[in-house]
């Protein structure tokens, strides 16, 4: 597979990152009993990059959910592969997801959580592609606004490939 093109270098990332750190702790503050839900396995970068940056007490829980089964073509059905351990009942919950594309998957997690009662449901996402919404779901604290392209790194991958890559990268069809 070719290195892929940079879209989003480390730099931004790292600096909107800091910047969703800033504005999340601001808003909570600090006795909100918050739970940072990352949803596996893409969100695991942005997860401890956002997390080791907010200033005020939070908790870590991951959920999984597969919905390409190894593909780049939404099916629009979401499974759940693996739940929350702890409990999140009475907590603030914000869900942390690294890609929202038709936001099916984001939707689908907004209710788990409000089925595990949560006291407030809340979503961060790293990237958004505008253009391929078919839901409406609203993201809280967004990173950046892509096209329709396949992305990779910074725990984005293709067919579990380049999640370690620092930025944001483009895949072509001509580069797999
Ligand atoms: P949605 O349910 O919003 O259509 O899809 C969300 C999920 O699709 C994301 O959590 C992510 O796993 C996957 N996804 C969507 N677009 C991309 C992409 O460009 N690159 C990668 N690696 N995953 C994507």
Redesign the pocket.
């Known amino acids: 597979m070719k290195t892929p093109e940079v879209l989003i270098s480390e730099e931004e990332i790292q600096t909107r990152v800091g910047e969703l750190a800033r504005q999340i702790s601001a808003d909570y503050g600090d006795d909100s009993d918050l739970v940072m839900v990352g ?1 596996l ?3 695991f970068i942005f997860l401890a990059d956002l997390s080791r940056r907010m200033e005020i007490p939070r908790t870590i829980e991951f959920i999984a ?1 597969s ?2 089964e190894n593909g ?1 073509v ?1 099916s ?1 059905a ?1 499974r759940l592969v693996m739940d929350v351990r702890g409990n999140i009942e009475g907590k603030h919950v914000l869900i942390v ?12 997690l907004i209710g788990m959580m409000k089925t595990h009662r949560a006291k407030s449901v809340k979503t961060a996402a790293l ?1 958004r ?1 505008a253009e ?3 839901v409406e ?1 609203t993201i809280d604290y967004l990173g950046f606004d ?1 096209g329709n ?4 790194g910074y ?4 067919a579990e490939q380049n999640r370690t890559l620092p930025y944001i990268g483009v ?1 072509k069809p001509t580069d797999v």
Do not use: F, N, P, R
């Open positions: 949803v396995k893409g969100s959910v919905s390409y780049s939404s629009g979401v997801e690294d890609i929202v594309d038709t936001g099916h998957t984001l939707k689908y990237i592609k391929a919404a078919e779901v892509i392209e396949w992305v990779v725990g984005l991958d293709y895949i």
